[in-house]
């Protein structure tokens, strides 16, 4: 394993309040990414970072935005979450070279 | 036409059966791709990656690759009810290695 860790494991919040998810990894990987996986659509990439503060939008970044201060740590935050955002929020890393990623175990997000 | 696609099952194959798994891609520069297990409220856990075209093998698993085609399969041998999962294609895009995913295959194989 990569030794990336995901927290919350399981949230439950209120439509309009902000959320943070974090992911750390101890691997030192450059690249970090932020997926949400929903039935009927699969993983879909929302952030990724290619290094410290380095980071661009994924295909469905409306509502969210990310921050990168340390190699190990990348937040996503939920500006203001909606019910469309209940999903399952998965972080991943790979090392230079190697497409391959490694996922974190997931963080569970009711948005009520 | 979605960038990645596969058959969403399910496939229910008998043990010991060949499992065959199928996906399609629409980027033509497309350099890798992937394989990836989900067992039902797990994490995706990667079980192979192809980059050129023909068969790679490890274990009981064969991935192939027509980039003329564009399209990737995954073979699995003397399936087990272990192997029960959905199976995700992952192909990379663009210069910093991003992967688009297929929505998967859900594989059941019956004792």
Same mark, same amino acid.
């Given at each position: 394993?990569?030794g990336?860790t995901?927290?919350?494991?399981? #949230?439950v919040t209120?439509? %309009?309040?902000?959320v943070?998810?974090r ?8 690249y ?9 659509h %699969?993983?879909?990439?929302?952030h990724y970072s290619?290094g410290? #503060?380095d980071t661009?939008k994924?295909e469905?970044?409306d509502g ?5 201060s340390k190699t190990?740590d990348?937040l ?5 979450a909606t019910s469309?955002?209940?999903s399952?929020?998965?972080?991943a890393t790979?090392p230079d /070279?190697n497409? /391959?990623?490694?996922f /974190?175990? %997931? ?6 | 036409?979605k960038?990645?696609e ?5 496939l229910s ?6 499992a065959?798994l199928?996906?399609t891609?629409s980027d033509?520069?497309s350099?890798?791709f992937?394989w ?6 797990k994490s995706p856990?990667?079980i192979m990656?192809i ?7 490890d274990?009981r698993? =064969?991935?192939? $690759?027509?980039k ?6 995954l $073979?699995?041998?003397?399936s087990?009810p272990?192997d029960s999962? =959905?199976?995700?294609?992952?192909v990379n895009r663009?210069?910093?290695?991003? $992967?688009i995913?297929?929505?998967? =295959?859900k $594989?059941s194989?019956?004792p």
């Amino acid at each position: 394993d990569a030794g990336i860790t995901q927290s919350p494991r399981h #949230k439950v919040t209120e439509t %309009g309040t902000p959320v943070t998810l974090r992911c750390h990894q101890t691997e030192n990987h450059r690249y970090m990414y932020w997926y949400r996986q929903d039935p009927g659509h %699969g993983l879909r990439l929302i952030h990724y970072s290619y290094g410290v #503060k380095d980071t661009d939008k994924g295909e469905v970044s409306d509502g969210y935005s990310v921050s990168r201060s340390k190699t190990e740590d990348f937040l996503l935050t939920l500006e203001s979450a909606t019910s469309s955002q209940t999903s399952v929020y998965f972080c991943a890393t790979r090392p230079d /070279g190697n497409y /391959g990623y490694t996922f /974190g175990s %997931g963080t569970r997000l009711t948005v009520v | 036409q979605k960038e990645v696609e596969q058959n969403s099952g399910p496939l229910s194959v008998p043990e010991g059966a060949i499992a065959s798994l199928n996906c399609t891609y629409s980027d033509r520069g497309s350099q890798s791709f992937f394989w990836y297990r989900q067992y039902s409220g797990k994490s995706p856990e990667l079980i192979m990656f192809i980059y050129s075209n023909g068969d790679k093998e490890d274990g009981r698993f =064969t991935a192939q $690759l027509n980039k003329a085609s564009q399209y990737v399969s995954l $073979l699995i041998r003397d399936s087990q009810p272990s192997d029960s999962a =959905t199976y995700l294609c992952a192909v990379n895009r663009g210069s910093q290695g991003n $992967l688009i995913f297929g929505k998967g =295959t859900k $594989l059941s194989v019956k004792p």
